[in-house]
C-alpha cells in the first residue's frame, strides 16, 4: 500500500503544508507524471485543484521532469534538479528519478492551481 508525504504549497500566502496520504487517497498520486493536475481531496482540500511539481523517493533521490517513467536513472548534469555544480563547466553522473509518482516515492511536491472553498489554513490545520 502506498504512503506519501504531500507537500501542498499555497502561492497566495508563501507557505507549504505538509501533508500524510495512505490508502485511497495515496492511489490517485500512482502513475501521475510532474505538471499533472490532481483533486485536491486527496489531501483533504475538496474544491481545490492540485499540480504536481516534484517529489522524492525513499532514498532522497529527486524526481526529474525529463526522465520518462518512474526507474532511477544515472544521467549526466551540469545543473538543475539534483545537482548544483560549484564551478562553471563541472558536470557530474547523477543518480534520480524519474517523472512518474510510483511506489518508490516518499514525497510529493505539490501546488494549489485553482482555488477552492475555504481557507487552506483552516482546511489543513
Given amino acids: 500500500m502506498a ?16 501533508v500524510e496520504v495512505s490508502g485511497q487517497s ?4 500512482i502513475g501521475r507524471d510532474i505538471g499533472e493536475e490532481v483533486d485536491g ?3 483533504g482540500l475538496s474544491g481545490y485543484t492540485l499540480t504536481i511539481t516534484g517529489g522524492s523517493d525513499d532514498a532522497g533521490r529527486p524526481m ?19 545537482y548544483e555544480p560549484s564551478r562553471d563547466g563541472e558536470r557530474s553522473r547523477v543518480t534520480v528519478r524519474g517523472r512518474e509518482v510510483g511506489d518508490a516515492t516518499r514525497q510529493i511536491n505539490t501546488r494549489i492551481a485553482k482555488q477552492g472553498g475555504g481557507e487552506v489554513e483552516e482546511l489543513l490545520g
Fill in 3 to 18: 504512503e506519501f508525504t504531500v507537500a501542498v504549497a499555497d502561492p497566495a500566502t508563501g507557505k507549504t503544508h505538509q
Fill in 26 to 29: 495515496a492511489n490517485r498520486f
Fill in 41 to 43: 481531496s486527496a489531501v
Fill in 64 to 82: 526529474r521532469g525529463d526522465i520518462s517513467g518512474d526507474s532511477l536513472e544515472e544521467v549526466l548534469l551540469d545543473g538543475g534538479t539534483g
